[in-house]
């Protein structure tokens, strides 16, 4: 086949040299006859790795998991129409979680749009549909200005609060011949930092003088690569560290004042009850992990975040500190190395107390599977990237047990989308090739996107991933028995999963008991090649206490008066 060298220059390659000049390495996505001028680009241009999905939907979960993995910024480029709205929905777990995400989409010609004359792909609003996925939309109106959209785009995605940023061209626009035009951008980030100023000395005094503090540590922490920080100003005042599961990973969680995402239970609510400081750093406060907003906090409630619309939202601040985490923890730490600042023994002791005791609590309610997870945490490196999907045994242990010492080695489906972690798993293996990277799914979830599995066998991905089936749905299989005493919709056909790993390339065991899981996992680790290891659930048994989803869910779904 005879190649044509192109040398004019066009609107494509104009969004190739902005993607190059912002440090971008791997782009994810579907070709399609409404993006192909880009990825023709991406491909003369050399230096960008292309990663095929299998759908739009895997293929945005993809540069999810990257992002959050690396810090860096994640791309994925779709098609139109029904490729744009099979990204929507992952767009939206981008979205929920924080993610500084690029999404590239096609459109009709632009002579078309809004015409509803049927040009193919098209929709009726594309891009009220992306706005509503995504943290902003922009569709692209003059060819010339591919630059400053993409260079806005980028930069929008990675400002608090970060999320996804959709850019949308029409298909004639992509290979419009357009001049070539050097942009220097002189200014800042634009960002707000109190790092700028002094810190109120009120604000130092509360802290200096806090006899039982606590700091609840969210995604804010991670995102600004504040961990270490943290950990320095728990260990000055002696703080107990609750996190989020977006913020797991701010402090070691065999650290002996992390109690981890422990908020709902009894013993931490009183903890948080007797305080008398919270600080929040980077904390939305879900309600799922809150139990609803029910967990009383503090009245002293100093709350650092670099949004400043996440402010009282959904719990009271006395005083907010607006912008970078890191920076003004720094500031703090500072400041309070002129202050007698002691942690309190009695406290302290308390809190490694209740740090034990959720644990254990915890513990006497997983039955066999308590070592599966020592299996996990003993055999996997430490720095090992846990991939949650949203099953039971994540959302019981692997969200709370399995301890995570290094941020950015544990991601989770935070808007609660089910089968959302194979893709987003391959993406984080990519992004860290040099990490193990394990995920734990259930058969239900994992059926959505299971094509996904043959990307990751034509990337060749040391994956691993334990699959704990139960043939259903186990979260709202527990939720309908608790609230209703029948199920409806939730009980499935599994195929033979062993088999469909091993038809693509993977190798795959099923194990039958927790010394069976220890040993496959063992082997998996060293063999760096793509692997599955399905775990049956009935023949390993159940846990000793049935999980009936969060505290509250089964009430909440009874009939009841508004």
């Known amino acids: 086949m005879k190649t044509e060298i192109q040398t004019e220059f066009t609107t494509a390659d104009t969004l190739v040299y902005e993607l190059v000049n912002a440090g971008v390495e791997v782009v994810f996505g579907i070709v399609s006859i409404h993006n192909m001028p880009i990825y023709d680009a991406i491909s003369r241009e ?14 945005v979960n993809m540069a999810d998991g990257y992002a959050r993995s690396t810090g860096k910024v994640g791309v994925v480029l779709t098609s139109t129409g029904t490729g744009a709205g099979n990204a929507a929905g992952s767009l939206v777990e981008a979205w929920s979680a924080g993610t500084p995400l690029l999404h590239i989409t096609g459109e009709v010609g632009s002579s078309y749009l809004g015409t509803g004359r049927g040009y193919i ?37 990675l400002i608090a609060p970060a999320g ?23 200014n800042d980030n634009g960002t707000y930092n109190y790092s700028q100023k002094e810190l109120p000395e009120q604000i130092l005094r509360k802290i200096a003088m806090a006899r039982r503090p606590i700091i609840w540590a969210g995604g804010g922490v991670i995102s600004s690569g504040a961990s270490e920080e943290v950990k320095q100003l728990a260990e000055l005042i002696g703080a107990a560290v609750i996190t989020s599961q977006s913020g797991k990973g701010s402090i070691p969680e065999d650290h002996p004042l992390c109690i981890g995402h422990f908020a709902s239970y009894d013993s931490v609510k009183e903890l948080l009850v007797k305080s008398d400081l919270l600080i929040s750093i980077g904390v939305r406060f879900r309600g799922n992990e809150t139990s609803n907003w029910k967990v009383k906090t503090p009245d002293e409630h100093i709350a650092i975040d670099a949004d400043v619309n996440a402010l009282n939202r959904n719990y009271s601040v006395k005083q907010g500190l607006v912008g970078d985490a890191k920076q003004i923890l720094q500031q703090v730490l500072k400041a309070l190395s002129n202050k007698p600042v002691a942690p309190k023994p009695d406290y302290t002791i308390e809190v490694e107390s209740v740090r034990n005791e959720v644990r254990t609590v915890l513990r006497k309610t997983l039955g066999p599977y308590e070592d599966i997870l020592d299996a996990m945490r003993e055999s996997l490196p430490k720095e090992t990237v846990l991939v949650r999907d949203v099953t039971v045994p994540a959302n ?17 489906a935070s808007g609660g989308g089910i089968g959302q972690g194979l893709p987003t798993a391959i993406g984080a293996q990519i992004g860290r090739p040099d990490r193990t990277v394990v995920l734990m799914a259930g058969d239900g979830g994992f059926m959505v996107n299971v094509g996904e599995l043959a990307t990751a066998a034509e990337e060749n991905l040391p994956l691993i991933i334990v699959l704990f ?8 299989r527990n939720i309908q028995d608790a609230a209703y005493g029948r199920r409806v919709a939730v009980d499935l056909l599994s195929p033979d999963f062993v088999k469909l790993a091993h038809s693509i390339g993977f190798n795959a065991e099923k ?13 998996a680790i060293s063999d760096r090649q793509p692997t599955m290891i399905v775990v049956d659930m009935e023949a390993v048994g159940p846990m000793a206490k049935p999980f009936s989803g969060p505290p509250g869910a089964a009430e909440a779904f009874k009939p009841k008066k508004l």
């Open 396 to 412: 019981v242990w692997g969200s709370r047990l399995f301890e995570i010492n290094a941020p950015r080695t544990s991601i989770h």
């Open 511 to 523: 194990v039958d008991s927790p010394e069976q899981f220890r040993s496959e996992l063992q082997t």
């Open 121 to 157: 792909h098209e929709c009726k609003d594309q891009l009220a549909m992306m706005e509503g996925a995504c943290k902003e939309a922009y569709r692209l109106r003059k060819p010339e200005q591919m630059g400053p959209i993409i260079r806005k785009a980028i930069h929008n995605a």
């Open 469 to 476: 089936d139960d043939s259903g749905y186990g979260v709202l």
């Open 164 to 186: 996804p940023i959709t850019v949308e061209i029409p298909i004639d626009f992509q290979s419009t011949i357009i001049p070539e035009v050097e942009i220097v951008d002189t």
């Open 46 to 59: 050399g230096s960008i790795r292309l990663i095929t999905a299998r759908g739009e939907s895997g293929a």
